[in-house]
């Protein structure tokens, strides 16, 4: 199981960015995906989740109504738009497998987004 995030860049506040995860060596459309973000020390939190189908979905309430997640199981791709960035958004995002928690004990690099002026 591989997992490869892209997309993190360094934006001003009040900025947008789209995440992206790759998914590789499993059957994409079989498992629900989430994100996860982990902010300098500070332990990784729950982001968002997504079914299999895209039809569920869950945030957190820190980003709910500003970040969207979506999934494009033909591209086996995953999707973060996020948007009305702020300073505590600066982080380091992960994705996995799973709708509420991760699966998998193994994680890709992650993509660094910071938010600063």
């Known amino acids: 199981v591989q997992f490869v995030e892209s997309g993190g860049a360094l934006v001003q506040p009040g900025g947008s960015l789209t995440l992206s995860c790759a998914a590789a060596?499993?059957?994409?459309?079989?498992?629900?995906m989430s994100w996860y973000r982990q902010a300098p020390g500070k332990e990784r939190e729950y982001v968002a989740g997504?079914?299999?189908?895209?039809?569920?979905?869950r945030y957190a309430d820190s980003v709910k109504d500003r970040f969207s997640i979506s999934r494009d199981n033909v591209k086996k791709i995953m999707y973060l738009q996020m948007n009305s960035l702020n300073s505590e958004d600066t982080a380091v995002y992960y994705c996995?497998?799973?709708?509420?928690?991760?699966?998998?004990?193994?994680w890709g690099q992650g993509t660094q987004v910071t938010v600063s002026s």
């Open positions: 996995n497998q799973g709708f509420t928690r991760p699966l998998r004990d193994s």
């Open positions: 060596e499993f059957t994409f459309s079989a498992y629900a």
């Open positions: 997504i079914g299999e189908s895209g039809t569920m979905r």
